[in-house]
């Protein structure tokens, strides 16, 4: 039996991840649950995103996956230590891939991190920077408005450049040369993002390296597909219809095989 | 026994219908439920916020109230026909009140509604409206961004303006002569929506009249309190902290009894 990789995200944000899993492993089956019905996760206590990564594991393990990816900042922030614990299956995060990337690029060993107020919060990507490379000063800032444009579908003008002008100017006064887009949804406002801070700064966008872990985990446990095409299936706890007009701004084509369920 | 009003929203803005509850009645005890861990319910379906609001209701039933309040526009537009017809207790939406308002003060019978997508989706103000006086035009526009606004505490500013301004062009170039605010976390930004649609235009604030019709209905069937003082309870799905803080900014004062419970 062809076993698939399961991907879940708050919303619709984690189709980012999705894009780059397809690009780079395009023979395997792949299984994505966006929680729209209870969506955002980013404004909500540790204990609710727990209970909610709980309950969406449990779905995709139902659907038979061989590896998860918490394709959600918030979640990879705040719950990833707590989740790893309680389950056989291995679990990928966005946090890790993206700091190692960031540690890398940085040359002045100063580096930016946004996220929701959530993932701000929990110190996870401080930490994280801090034991890769104990000299680099970490500058987070939350930008809780930028998920709404995303969805609003404000990727530019006036008031979105603003915001990000706003947001963005203690990284800019702290004289930060990497940023992390923690948060799935940022990498649709790059071009706003890059004008507020500058455009020598190093925009890390993890979704990439996110795949290569996929990729090496993979293999390593000889459980990659040896399909040449797989089958991507997304299921969401509330409204597909608005899923599908938003997954092609995120995933670069349609996704086809949307399904409700009430599993939440 | 004394019995309580019950009333519900999905997060923190039902707290404008309490504050008015507490002005005019102010010997009922109230309970209040916030549903902070799925908030926000404006951008979500019909068939989920109805599934939501049950749960709700089902909540407050157990604490014995002899009437429920929903100080949710999206719940009162989309699921109040739908939950009316199931539960025995007397349900008190802020549509209705709000319609009734605005019917009356508008004079060149020019209409304006704002509130969130569901709730402008659902057309239920055009309808109600339609009902009382078919002469009345009505311009209904949703605010995605309102509420991340006020959640974010960004009551003005240029950025906020900017947007309002840009929201409510149409409202303006229709001549409407009044404008109901067909959310509840609205009201905190009256000031920024009064400056982008003109000083003449009146702004109806459900809130009043909501209460107004919670005392004629507790009245007509011989329950209201004969206390003095009510007490106040407040129960939300996530995050008492940050329920809080926000409250003092919709209630005017501080909320007290604030527990977390696990129903939903």
Redesign the interface.
């Known amino acids: 039996m062809i076993k698939s990789i399961g991907v879940f995200d708050s919303g619709v944000g984690g189709l980012t991840v999705v894009k780059e899993l397809i690009r780079q492993l395009p023979g395997e089956d792949i299984i994505y649950f966006g929680d ?4 955002p996760y980013g ?3 540790k ?2 995103v727990i209970r909610f990564s709980i309950e969406n594991i449990l779905f995709l393990l139902k659907q038979e996956v061989k590896l998860i990816c918490v394709a959600c900042n918030t979640v990879s922030s705040v719950a990833l230590p707590v989740i790893k614990q309680y389950f056989k299956v291995p679990i990928v995060g966005v946090i890790t891939p993206g700091v190692r990337e960031a540690v890398y690029a940085t040359k002045n060993k100063r580096i930016g991190v946004i996220g929701t107020s959530s993932t701000v919060k929990s110190r996870t990507y401080e930490n994280e920077i801090k034991q890769l490379d104990h000299k680099v000063s970490v500058m987070a800032k939350a930008c ?2 930028f998920v ?2 995303v ?2 579908g404000w990727f530019s003008g ?2 979105v450049a ?2 990000a002008k ?1 947001y963005l100017k203690p990284l800019r006064d702290a004289g930060v040369d990497t940023v992390i887009l923690g948060c799935t949804h940022y990498p649709l406002l790059k071009a706003v993002i890059k004008e507020a801070l500058g455009k020598d700064v190093i925009l890390i966008d993890s979704a990439q390296q996110v795949a290569i872990e996929v990729k090496e985990i993979l293999s390593a446990e000889g459980l990659l597909s040896k399909a040449r095409r797989g089958r991507h299936r997304f299921y969401v ?3 597909p219809e ?1 899923f599908s007009a938003l997954a092609k701004r995120f995933l670069g084509h349609d996704a086809r095989e949307v399904s409700k369920v009430n599993n939440v």
Chains 1, 2 share one sequence.
């Open positions: 729209t019905a209870r969506v404004t909500k206590s204990e609710t809780p408005l709404p444009f969805e609003e006036k008031v603003q915001v706003t706890s509330d409204n608005g």
